[in-house]
């Protein structure tokens, strides 16, 4: 069935596989395969050497990429581009809302945006402006509007 094709058209088709398969299925080694099958590609292509060593080539050239590719992701791991996307909640921290529902017993509504929230936080009467600290799930962590902001550096001492 392969008879008559060049080996090296062989791994360089496997290494293209392989590389798109990264690209469908990202996070997963197959990068690393693709270009080791790509480079054993190159050797069989600029050196005609026997099957037996272009397979040892290509699982050198895997583990090594494998390992390669494992210390480099660990010393310069991916951040995304926005570490809250789908922190609804975390991204309101700040903002001020609106009382809808009295806040009694550190429970009660709040307005913001086009949504209305439940909260907790001392006590308040409906129409209240009260800023978001904090949230737990979808319950938003609230404090009066005129309240200190925490800036996380403790106050020097006067005098």
């Not at 398969?21 to 050797?43: H, K, N, Q, R």
Request: charged residues 20%; hydrophobic residues 50%; glycine residues 12%.
């Amino acid at each position: 069935m392969l008879e008559g094709i060049e080996p090296h058209w062989i791994w360089l088709a496997v290494g293209i596989a392989l590389v798109t398969a990264e690209m469908v299925v990202p996070g997963v080694y197959l990068i690393w395969l693709g270009m080791a099958a790509i480079l054993t590609a190159g050797l069989a292509f600029a050196a005609p050497v026997g099957i037996e060593i272009q397979v040892v080539t290509f699982a050198i050239l895997s583990i090594l990429g494998a390992f390669a590719g494992r210390n480099w992701l660990r010393d310069n791991p991916i951040v995304g581009a926005d570490p809250l996307m789908n922190r609804r909640g975390h991204r309101l921290v700040g903002e001020v809302v609106r009382v809808t529902q009295a806040i009694e017993d550190g429970s009660g509504r709040v307005h913001q945006g086009d949504s209305e929230w439940i909260a907790r936080g001392p006590d308040a009467e409906v129409g209240a402006k009260m800023r978001i600290t904090g949230c737990d799930g979808a319950i938003l962590l609230v404090e009066p509007l005129d309240a200190p902001k925490d800036t996380g550096t403790p106050a020097l001492p006067e005098g």
